[in-house]
């Protein structure tokens, strides 16, 4: 096998040696099949490795010897969360409802990957159809921190995330619908990037919050997200909220705002905010303007992007019931057959959400609060327009601290949901976010930033991602 290090590599620098033939993909793909074997049993980050990863290599392996459509990510080992479909492969968004559930499709995401030559080794662990923030929610069992292995990794996303972070494939694929591939980016010490609503296709990912559902690319370094946001995003037959983006000037001196009053409502780890403010302090010697921004709407964003996931979680999983979707069990009549099949083969926090959900959308409460959170909704990303008038990026910490120990908020829902604060103001106003890398807490855990750009503004980010990189 030859000797890759793994520590540092880079799509790009994979690339280059497949093409100058210091490694073929087939020895790129055992390397990490390796590290799989080695650290996965403890970690978790993949449900599956797929068995046929060596024979797409060799296909990758003969499409660079011919030099033919080699394309930048034709070898590049990828893990795919398990809420995105790959035709001919279980996808069972981590419940024991879709146990055995094969897709008889792929997602365009999947299409496209394909397409340029990638190698996919498996699928990645994550809180049950994607409802949670620290994959221990999971049917298949808790995803651990590649940093420490008794911490969370974040969700929904942990699994996507501690394979990269860990060294256990050279990017990911996650689903980002409130934070889930930003969150766990961030604790993981990965880059995670929540594109524009619409810029990247749904179709092929179950649903969880149809209005706010994203894929996006985790990766190591912000050029890597690039690359593969590069390879996934555009308009979609099949998605009819998806879209081509038009071309833009870029921006040569980016204008930062901080929302300060969004920042001072207390309950924000000192460490994570000593490590935002000598950040920003860092972008400002790279040159970028720093200024404060108000956006007051942002204290309802929580409530209201919960009422709001609530509400959609409660439609879109109508369809798992036994009968239309997922395992079935047998009752004396058919409201038993959906009762036990719902009751024993949904998780704890997905049967919460549907019942809460279904609560706020029965009659007298509609108004009250489904209405009000539309309302809101809109009030927000007025927010996010009148500040994007003033500045190009808004800065805030990825989440209120870095990643804690596994079950230490199992048993209290409402503060697992405050991690939340910072990144699902992005998804409900539908604009594009991205976590970076700052830097480590005094016990080796990986800290963050966020940073947030105008719809279809994807670019800033990844201009001043890497400025923050090389701070």
């Given at each position: 096998m030859?000797?890759i290090?793994l520590?540092?590599l880079?799509?790009r620098?994979?690339?280059?040696?497949?093409?100058?033939?210091e490694?073929?993909a087939?020895?790129?793909?055992?390397?990490?099949?390796a590290?799989i074997?080695k650290?996965n049993?403890e970690l978790?980050?993949y449900l599956e490795?797929f068995?046929?990863?060596?024979?797409?290599?060799?296909?990758?392996d003969e499409r660079i010897k011919?030099?033919?459509d080699v394309?930048?990510?034709t070898?590049i080992?990828?893990?795919?969360?398990d809420n995105?479909?790959?035709?001919?492969?279980?996808?069972?968004s981590a419940?024991?409802?879709?146990?055995?559930y094969v897709?008889?499709y792929s997602a365009?995401?999947?299409?496209?990957l394909k397409?340029?030559g990638?190698v996919f080794?498996g699928?990645?662990?994550?809180?049950?159809?994607?409802?949670?923030g620290?994959?221990?929610n999971?049917?298949?069992g808790?995803?651990r921190?590649?940093h420490?292995?008794?911490?969370?990794?974040?969700?929904?996303?942990?699994?996507?995330?501690?394979?990269?972070?860990?060294?256990l494939?050279l990017?990911?694929?996650?689903?980002?619908?409130?934070g889930?591939i930003?969150?766990?980016?961030?604790?993981?010490?990965?880059?995670?990037?929540k594109p524009t609503y619409?810029s990247v296709?749904r179709y092929?990912?179950?649903?969880?919050a149809s209005?706010?559902?994203q894929?996006g690319?985790?990766?190591?370094t912000?050029?890597?997200?690039?690359?593969?946001?590069?390879?996934?995003?555009g308009?979609?037959?099949?998605?009819?909220?998806?879209?081509?983006?038009p071309?833009?000037?870029?921006?040569?001196?980016v204008?930062?705002?901080?929302p300060?009053?969004?920042?001072n409502q207390?309950?924000?780890d000192e460490?994570?905010?000593k490590n935002?403010?000598e950040?920003?302090e860092?972008?400002?010697?790279?040159?970028?303007?720093?200024?404060?921004i108000?956006?007051p709407n942002?204290?309802y964003?929580?409530?209201?992007?919960?009422?709001?996931?609530?509400?959609?979680v409660?439609a879109?999983?109508a369809?798992?019931?036994?009968?239309?979707y997922?395992?079935?069990?047998e009752?004396?009549?058919?409201?038993?057959d959906y009762?036990?099949t719902?009751?024993?083969?949904?998780?704890?926090?997905?049967?919460?959400?549907?019942?809460l959900?279904?609560?706020?959308?029965?009659?007298?409460?509609?108004d009250?609060?489904?209405?009000?959170a539309v309302?809101?909704?809109?009030?927000?990303?007025?927010d996010?327009?009148?500040?994007f008038?003033?500045?190009d990026?808004?800065?805030?910490?990825v989440?209120p601290?870095?990643a804690?120990?596994?079950?230490e908020n199992?048993?209290?829902?409402l503060?697992?949901y405050?991690e939340?604060?910072f990144t699902?103001?992005?998804?409900?106003?539908?604009?594009p976010?991205?976590?970076?890398?700052t830097?480590?807490?005094?016990?080796k855990l990986?800290?963050?930033?966020?940073?947030?750009?105008?719809?279809r503004r994807?670019?800033?980010l990844?201009?001043?991602?890497?400025i923050?990189?090389?701070?």
């Open positions: 030859a000797n290090d520590n540092n880079t799509i620098k994979a690339h280059d040696a497949l093409i100058k033939g490694f073929t087939v020895e790129l793909a055992e390397t990490y099949l590290e074997e650290k049993p978790n980050a490795v068995a046929d990863v060596v024979d797409q290599a060799k296909v990758a011919s030099g033919k394309d930048i990510l070898g080992p990828m893990a795919i969360k995105i479909l790959i035709k001919g492969r279980i996808a069972s419940s024991k409802m879709l146990e055995n897709a008889t365009t995401v999947i299409e496209k397409g340029k990638v080794l699928r990645t662990n994550m809180d049950e159809f994607a409802m949670g620290s994959t221990e999971s049917a298949y808790v995803t921190n590649p420490d292995p008794s911490c969370v990794p974040g969700g929904s996303s942990g699994g996507s995330a501690t394979a990269v972070g860990g060294n494939c990017a990911a694929l996650g689903s980002d619908t409130g889930s930003r969150q766990p980016s961030a604790f993981c010490g990965t880059v995670g990037l619409g296709s092929g990912v179950m649903a969880m209005s706010l559902d894929i690319p985790i990766a190591r912000v050029e890597d997200a690039e690359i593969i946001y590069e390879a996934i995003r308009w979609d037959r099949y998605d009819s909220t998806s879209y081509d983006l071309k833009v000037e870029a921006v040569k001196k204008r930062i705002g901080v300060e009053s969004f920042l207390g309950g924000i460490v994570v905010l935002f403010r950040t920003l860092k972008l400002e010697k790279a040159g970028c303007e720093v200024k404060t108000e956006m942002l204290h964003s929580l409530a209201t992007y919960y009422i709001t996931v609530f509400s959609e409660s879109n999983m369809r798992f019931d036994g009968v239309r997922g395992s079935h069990l009752g004396k009549d058919l409201l038993e009762m036990k719902r009751g024993e083969k949904l998780g704890r926090e997905v049967r919460r959400r549907i019942m959900g279904t609560y706020v959308l029965s009659a007298g409460y509609y009250a609060y489904y209405n009000k309302q809101v909704r809109e009030l927000i990303r007025r996010y327009a009148k500040a008038d003033e500045v990026v808004v800065a805030t910490p989440a601290s870095p804690y120990p596994i079950g199992t048993n209290d829902p503060k697992m405050l939340d604060i699902v103001p992005i998804n409900m106003a539908g604009v976010g991205m976590a970076v890398p830097g480590f807490t005094d016990n990986p800290l963050s930033i966020q940073i947030v750009a105008p719809w994807d670019d800033i990844f201009t001043l991602g890497k923050i990189e090389s701070c």
